[in-house]
């Protein structure tokens, strides 16, 4: 599996790749083998010495080392959470198998392990002989794409209509045309022929208008329907089934910028995956793909993160197959020949239907594809990566812009590290480490700054001792600050609360008004309550508050209100100890 280039993941063949690995990681805890699983692998890939698995055999080591790593701590993780979870069942006596089938999809548990700790616990399990075979097939089954048909309410209505001419493949660069009304419905327009590519393949629809004599539509999407294209318009004004009738002789315009862009990310698309495939490796795969104007996305198979020095590599590899200006040959080939000829690598961007299919060559990728594409990759002009991200595991994604959208993100991207440069006052290639010196010293000047409020608060305390009023049995000390936050708030209450017999009212009134109200052992043997305390204050502020009986907090929008508050809850307090 992973020398056809199949990535463990947690998703369709992935998933079925990991479940394999894993099984055989536990065959072997049980035979008690203590050699790492790559090392078992590629003994077996030498004595089948096939070449082309061979040569994929660093890549393969590279996986099941971090396959082995992730399972061992999915085991540790395991048992923790089995040990907690397991004594839930002893009440019914035996874990179902749809709770084993739940703990090893989520956590990766095998039931080996499940049963295991319910031994130890007296809790049986429902393990059944297929139960591996069990979870394939219900990942299998998510192999297969489910779609339904497009357009299945006009169906019955496009069965006579023929499929429409696609210009856009002899004339990629064309932008007007002429063609023949075969049928117009609701908002929708069927041509004889068109240059309006219909969204496919992770390409956009074009956009544009249809015009005739006394008339101006704009095209707003279209959509292909069994080989029949759908150019949907704007609501115009009056019936459109009208104003364009059968028969009629319309013209045709694409929005030629929106259409070149994305034809530049379609091309580019082709180019970052070889070049990702060159960089990170033959395992890597296209599992999706979106373009739009500005931007293109590529999401691809690959067992670890992208690098910062691969991120880079790739990028340049991509510009120098562009600046070779190469060819992008395009040809329509019988399936079964074209399988032949270049393998089911064509279907990188998945299998398109049909006993012909339309290959595109760029440069060293060559894909089955049905989407537009420039004449050379030169005219893609520059290839700009912005970055990339893990979307699930085992599938990376890469964003990036071509042609005039390369231009702006790198002028964007120039705007802010100007902006930088300018905030620090350095030159560009200074930047780096005039950021590293700032943040040094920020990180110095914050711990400064914690140690200060960590005197600051301790001399408050003594200034509190000091100044606390008694009441009885017990002590009231208060404090309001102009620009206190809650944690210096609650690192002062709770240094008060160590006092036995004290009980403390620490306020801020910076951004509304916030209380902290604390009360020692003693005072709360005497009945003392500090979330009770808290909650009458924050009535006063028109908030509200709570917590435990030893330290509590609240607060309100009205901070003007927060020393009487604070003054009409002392008042209380020491009106309970003079009673």
């Not at 590629?42 to 393969?60: K, W």
């Not at 590599?313 to 000829?341: C, F, G, P, S």
């Not at 006993?355 to 700009?384: F, N, P, W």
Request: charged content about 25%; some cysteine; proline content about 4%.
């Amino acid at each position: 599996m992973l020398g056809d280039g199949i990535v463990p993941s947690n998703a369709k063949a992935g998933y079925l790749a990991r479940l394999v690995i894993r099984r055989m990681l536990r065959q072997m805890d049980a035979l008690k083998l203590d050699v790492p699983i790559a090392d078992l692998v590629e003994m077996q890939l030498s004595s089948i010495g096939d070449p082309a698995y061979l040569r994929r055999l660093d890549t393969a080591r590279e996986i099941l080392d971090l396959e082995e790593e992730k399972y061992r701590q999915v085991i540790s993780k395991g048992r923790r959470l089995l040990a907690r979870s397991v004594k839930k069942f002893g009440d019914v006596g035996t874990i179902p198998t749809s709770q084993l089938i739940e703990w090893y999809d989520t956590y990766g548990i095998p039931p080996e392990v499940t049963k295991e700790v319910a031994d130890s616990e007296s809790v049986g399990i429902d393990l059944p002989d297929n139960f591996y075979s069990m979870v394939a097939s219900t990942h299998a089954a998510a192999l297969a794409e489910v779609s339904e048909t497009p357009y299945a309410e006009y169906a019955d209505r496009l069965k006579f209509i023929p499929k429409t001419l696609r210009l856009f493949y002899d004339e990629p660069s064309g932008i007007t045309f002429e063609a023949v009304v075969l049928d117009v419905f609701d908002n929708q327009i069927v041509l004889d022929q068109t240059l309006f590519y219909p969204e496919g393949g992770g390409q956009p629809a074009d956009h544009g208008t249809i015009t005739s004599p006394d008339l101006v539509l704009h095209v707003v999407d279209a959509q292909s329907a069994n080989g029949i294209i759908l150019h949907k318009v704007d609501e115009p004004e009056g019936d459109l089934t009208y104003l364009v009738k059968k028969g009629d002789i319309i013209s045709g315009t694409i929005d030629s910028k929106r259409r070149l862009a994305h034809t530049q990310h379609h091309t580019a698309t082709h180019i970052v995956n070889h070049c990702a495939k060159t960089v990170l490796g033959d395992h890597v795969w296209q599992t999706g793909a979106q373009k739009s104007e500005t931007k293109a996305r590529l999401d691809i198979t690959h067992f670890k993160r992208i690098t910062d020095e691969e991120f880079s590599e790739i990028e340049r590899l991509a510009n120098e197959e562009v600046v070779k200006n190469q060819r992008v040959y395009t040809e329509w080939m019988d399936r079964i020949d074209a399988e032949k000829e270049y393998g089911f690598v064509l279907y990188q961007g998945g299998v398109p239907p049909g006993s012909d299919i339309r290959v595109v060559r760029v440069g060293g990728d060559v894909e089955a594809c049905a989407g537009t594409h420039l004449r050379y990759t030169g005219m893609i002009g520059q290839i700009k990566l912005l970055h990339t991200e893990r979307i699930q595991d085992g599938v990376e994604r890469i964003e990036f812009a071509a042609g005039a959208a390369a231009v702006l993100a790198s002028q964007a991207r120039d705007n802010i590290l100007n902006s930088a440069c300018s905030i620090f006052r350095v030159p560009p290639e200074k930047l780096p480490d005039a950021a590293d010196r700032f943040f040094t010293e920020w990180k110095e000047l914050s711990k400064q700054n914690t140690r200060l409020k960590e005197e600051l608060a301790s001399a408050l305390v003594g200034n509190m001792v000091a100044g606390a009023r008694s009441a009885g049995d017990v002590r009231i000390a208060s404090y309001i600050s102009a620009d206190a936050d809650m944690q210096e708030l609650i690192k002062i209450a709770g240094a008060m609360r160590e006092i036995p017999d004290m009980i403390a009212f620490v306020g801020s009134t910076h951004d509304g008004g916030k209380v902290v109200v604390s009360v020692g052992r003693d005072a709360r043997a005497g009945g003392f309550d500090a979330g009770a305390i808290v909650r009458e204050i924050c009535k006063e502020l028109g908030g509200s508050g709570g917590g435990k009986p030893d330290l509590a907090q609240g607060g309100g929008p009205d901070a003007s209100k927060l020393q009487e508050a604070f003054d009409a809850g002392i008042d209380s307090i020491m009106k309970r100890g003079e009673g």
